[in-house]
């Protein structure tokens, strides 16, 4: 069956469909990493979004639950060079088409990915419409002119959990945890957990909640919209601000609570959509990249020792290092490619960030000591 990818540009590009029947629209990004395309598929940060791979070759080693980085997909459709329908992998349970499928994902595959790519790089991310339906372009067109944008929209509403819940390493939906579900944490697993961490929950993945977790905190995950008074009536040692799809500017409502949290004294430590959040409640601003970062091949500096890390990324916005009052905070990593923000401490509070993913899943672990840090804030506090 075919498939067609219109971009807003007039771009068109014509492949072989699989997983669901449909039609979807999303901002059109790639990434650039070799493995992990589970991790990607999962990753709730990608809401609202159609996913290029820039690795010719997805799905030779399947799917299974225990590399799921949140309950279910959300992203709007992913887009593949070539498809491998054969898999080998013992960890298996099931290929990308049945997974689609499952899961309501539309995919395409056989288009030329590298023109794709280039073109994102030079015209910058693109709205496009993905479809193995309808294939005629000017009702594509239409359609896709009518689909909400990027910009502006609260896409964490979609991805949140509804409750509070408490976490353990079978929600992770694995059946038996093997050792390769830790994803090679760099510490032992402690067997008590000491510390009692509330995060929120603006599209968590699972491997933050497992470096979390290793390390001997307690998780309690709240929806994004639940007030201050309610995390700090949970008493918690820390408070954790997660990652998450889209703009940050709409979601007032967590800049206000992260902003009464900030004088609580109470460590804090976002990652991601977290970071730009403490940079808004800081009195930031922030901004969209031209096609934003994603894959696992970012270098960054960490500002206080002018070491290199490699690190894993997923965001389209960032915070404007300008905007925040320099008594407020000091930066602590930047991007080497484009001397972008990538992480900040507050002077005035306890909290820190990183626009990056220092828990990898897909991506390299040289950051994992920033989890480290949040440990030593919380033992540092009750000293």
């Not at 771009?11 to 990607?40: D, H």
């Not at 940060?45 to 299974?64: A, D, K, L, W």
């Not at 402690?190 to 509330?198: G, M, P, R």
Request: charged share 20%; glycine share 8%.
């Amino acid at each position: 069956m075919t498939a067609i990818l219109l971009l807003e540009d007039g771009s068109i590009f014509r492949g072989r469909a699989l997983g669901a029947s449909g039609v979807a629209t999303g901002e059109v990004v790639f990434n650039t990493s070799l493995t992990g395309y589970q991790e990607i598929i999962t990753d709730p940060s990608y809401c609202g979004q159609i996913v290029t791979m820039t690795n010719p070759e997805i799905g030779n080693y399947g799917i299974n639950r225990e590399d799921n980085e949140s309950r279910k997909p959300f992203l709007s459709g992913f887009v593949m060079r070539e498809y491998s329908p054969i898999v080998s992998n013992y960890r298996s349970e099931l290929d990308i088409d049945r997974y689609f499928q499952d899961h309501n994902i539309i995919g395409i595959e056989r288009i030329d990915t590298r023109r794709l790519t280039k073109l994102l790089r030079i015209k910058g991310s693109l709205h496009g419409i993905i479809s193995s339906e309808e294939q005629t372009v000017k009702k594509l067109k239409t359609m896709l002119a009518d689909a909400p944008r990027l910009v502006g929209r609260d896409l964490v509403r979609e991805v949140t959990c509804s409750e509070p819940y408490e976490w353990m390493p079978q929600h992770d939906s694995a059946t038996t945890l093997h050792a390769s579900a830790l994803h090679y944490t760099d510490r032992p697993i402690l067997s008590e957990q000491k510390y009692s961490v509330v995060c929120i929950d603006c599209g968590i993945k699972h491997n933050i909640l497992r470096g979390l977790y290793n390390r001997g905190c307690r998780l309690t995950i709240v929806p994004a919209n639940t007030p201050a008074h309610e995390i700090t009536a949970l008493n918690p040692d820390g408070i954790f601000l997660s990652n998450g799809p889209g703009d940050p500017e709409p979601l007032q409502y967590i800049i206000e609570t992260v902003k009464t949290l900030l004088t609580t004294g109470i460590p804090l430590f976002g990652i991601c959509l977290g970071h730009q959040m403490l940079g808004l409640a800081l009195g930031g601003r922030s901004y969209k990249l031209r096609f934003g970062h994603h894959g696992g091949n970012q270098p960054v500096m960490r500002l206080t020792t002018k070491t290199v890390e490699i690190t894993a990324q997923n965001h389209g916005f960032n915070i404007d290092p300008e905007s925040i009052p320099k008594e407020l905070y000091s930066a602590t990593h930047i991007n080497l490619n484009d001397k972008t923000l990538e992480g900040i401490a507050c002077t005035q509070h306890n909290a820190f960030s990183v626009q990056y993913h220092p828990e990898s899943a897909p991506g390299p672990h040289d950051s994992r000591y920033l989890f480290d840090e949040f440990i030593r804030r919380m033992e540092t506090r009750h000293a």
